[in-house]
């Protein structure tokens, strides 16, 4: 019974000893800024490039070309084209392109990542009075912009 109660003895020092151990804390709050955030890239894997050819072996056939833009927001956002900018020389051709961007894309419009189309056509067949153009003349440059909402 001794050796009983003097174990109960010293657990009871050992419990109160622990609670009498000083000890502090402090709470720090963490705070976190994101600004709004957009941005317009072409995607990767893609040429960055409209190519339009006319084939006067299918003269019917739509002249156009894809180019797969990425956009990147935390926010609501619209994408346009700012500006079809014309090469020296080719305004005429340059002013026939007509530029279509896929707004119906899986989260266009919304926060996130998406990859959407953008198109570029041209009538050819009905402009032939304007003449040739060698194989891989630049006419032009597309501007799009992306703006938050």
């Given at each position: ?17 622990a ?13 976190l800024r ?84 953008t ?31």
């Amino acid at each position: 019974m001794k050796k009983v109660l003097g174990i109960l003895f010293v657990m009871v020092i050992m419990a109160v000893s622990a609670l009498a151990a000083p000890s502090d804390l402090e709470i720090v709050p963490v705070f976190l800024r994101i600004p709004e955030f957009v941005k317009l890239s072409v995607a990767p894997g893609d040429d960055g490039k409209f190519e339009l050819f006319f084939d006067p072996a299918y003269p019917d056939v739509t002249v156009q070309d894809t180019v797969k833009l990425l956009a990147e927001a935390n926010i609501n956002y619209t994408v346009e084209v700012s500006s079809v900018n014309p090469v020296s020389g080719y305004e005429s051709w340059a002013n026939l392109v007509n530029i279509s961007i896929d707004t119906l894309a899986t989260g266009f419009g919304t926060p996130g990542v998406v990859t959407f189309n953008t198109t570029a056509t041209i009538n050819v067949i009905d402009t032939l009075y304007l003449g040739p153009i060698p194989s891989a003349t630049h006419i032009a440059d597309v501007v799009f912009t992306i703006s938050a909402m």
